[in-house]
């Protein structure tokens, strides 16, 4: 154990032996704050997309969601890293903990060149073979190769945040993306409210902010001395290293990919009701993420604590510990269901001001999208309890299935089905994200069982090897 700093391992204890609830509580509750102030970041940046105008907020919100379509893979490789990470952690293996850093570094690297090369210099072809809209296009360009140069940088930051939330450094996480936020939400008020710039600067911002993440990241790595420090000499990319993380990310990359695919195809969708629908989409879906940011952020931190459990033995633990994440991700959407219900008319009237006028058509649009939407809070509050689950254990490919069902199964086609059976308008939308956020939880309670009856067949047997629940 001596590769390990006295604080890891005092985390590491406590992740192993602390009350279930008190551990899910200290170690998430930071990550859901954290989530939900990117979720407002994002808000705020909405509305300085909503100042410039409508059609503004439009081209933001259809290219947010291509940007995450590419935001996948460095995603996927942070999340199976860490899940490997964690596994070693629990277990007290420094040195594979060590590999398993520097390799996962290097990867980040690799995949942020390759995006930069493929990307910047094809990015209006890119665009319109997404099937984006020619005026969001004309709008956004600009804006959309700032946003793949910034993701350049992201996949490395976001390879680093999650081997921090491996280590239990959730406040840490929480301080320094406070900091980031006040620069990137600074810079862009800057840009448009003082200079009257565009949305290609509301994208600069960004990307300075992230510039600012990563001198940080880098700095924080050379004066880390414990097993968690990158070294060159560590990268180990044979097959018994990096085979096995990319084993775990590759489900993970390709169900975000497919899931950011989808809303593509569902911004596509929904321009048939006319530009502005897009943008009222995309505000819903960002008034959506003030409660469901919190569940993702006890995703975010309950996948490593079960993936050190069971990197520990501790089968029995981990259904605690998942049983909990149940509790608190209901809790959190019951809650968020109230509050939304009673403040959607003021949020739809904040986005719908723009610095010429207020846009009562807008407003209008984004209520009737949400009312429907918001629906859905408590069954994603279920499914992200599970995907904690699922990940902790490895089981990407699952959270693969679940997740592509909720966009191709639970959601294209019923918006299909609105447009080409029932005379509803923009509506519709909504009442397709209802239906697919409410079949997900559902779906995910029947992807739960067989896990959890496995889990506590483990838990009877003996001299169970972790080996034998890797896929």
Not at 3 to 29: H, M, N, Y
């Amino acid at each position: 154990m001596a590769g390990f700093s006295k604080k890891d391992e005092a985390f590491r204890q406590f992740a192993l032996t602390g009350s279930p609830l008190w551990v899910i509580l200290s170690t998430c509750t930071p990550l859901a704050l954290y989530q939900a102030l990117q979720s407002i970041f994002k808000i705020f940046d909405a509305l300085m997309a909503a100042y410039i105008g409508a059609e503004a907020v439009s081209a933001v919100s259809a290219l947010s969601q291509v940007t995450l379509m590419v935001t996948a893979l460095g995603s996927g490789l942070a999340v199976g890293g860490s899940i490997k990470i964690s596994a070693a952690y629990g277990r007290g293996d420094d040195e594979a903990v060590r590999r398993q850093v520097s390799t996962v570094y290097a990867m980040a690297i690799i995949v942020s060149l390759l995006v930069a090369v493929t990307l910047i210099p094809f990015a209006e072809g890119f665009l319109r073979l997404l099937r984006t809209p020619e005026e969001l296009i004309a709008t956004g360009v600009g804006y959309f190769r700032i946003e793949i140069l910034t993701l350049v940088i992201q996949f490395f930051n976001t390879v680093y945040i999650a081997i921090a939330r491996s280590r239990g450094q959730a406040k840490m996480i929480l301080a320094l993306n406070l900091v980031i936020i006040v620069v990137k939400l600074g810079l862009s008020a800057f840009f448009v409210y003082i200079l009257h710039s565009g949305v290609v600067m509301i994208a600069v911002a960004t990307l300075i902010s992230q510039l600012l993440l990563l001198v940080f990241a880098l700095v924080s790595m050379s004066r880390d001395d414990g097993a968690f420090r990158f070294s060159l000499k560590n990268i180990h990319m044979e097959a018994g290293t990096a085979g096995p993380i990319l084993n775990l990310s590759y489900p993970v990359a390709a169900e975000k990919l497919l899931f950011s695919a989808g809303k593509v195809i569902i911004n596509s969708m929904s321009g048939r009701y006319g530009s502005l629908t897009v943008g009222a989409l995309g505000i819903s879906n960002n008034i959506g993420g003030l409660t469901t940011s919190l569940h993702l952020g006890f995703t975010d931190g309950g996948a490593p604590l079960i993936s050190q459990n069971r990197g520990a033995g501790k089968y029995r633990r981990t259904l605690h510990l998942y049983y909990w994440l149940l509790v608190v991700d209901i809790v959190i959407g019951t809650v968020g269901l109230a509050l939304v219900s009673t403040c959607l008319p003021w949020l739809a009237t904040v986005f719908a001001q723009s610095k010429n006028n207020f846009d009562q058509e807008f407003c209008d649009m984004i209520v009737a999208i949400h009312r429907w939407e918001m629906l859905g809070y408590i069954t994603l509050g279920i499914n992200s309890a599970t995907i904690s689950l699922l990940l902790g254990y490895g089981y990407t490919k699952l959270t693969l299935i679940l997740n592509v069902a909720r966009v191709f199964v639970f959601r294209v086609p019923v918006l299909w089905a609105f447009q080409q059976f029932t005379s509803i308008g923009s509506e519709a939308v909504g009442m397709t994200m209802m239906v697919s956020n409410v079949c997900t939880g559902l779906a995910a309670i029947v992807f739960a069982i067989p896990v959890v009856r496995r889990i506590r067949r483990l838990s009877r047997e003996e001299n169970i090897t972790i080996g034998g629940m890797e896929q």
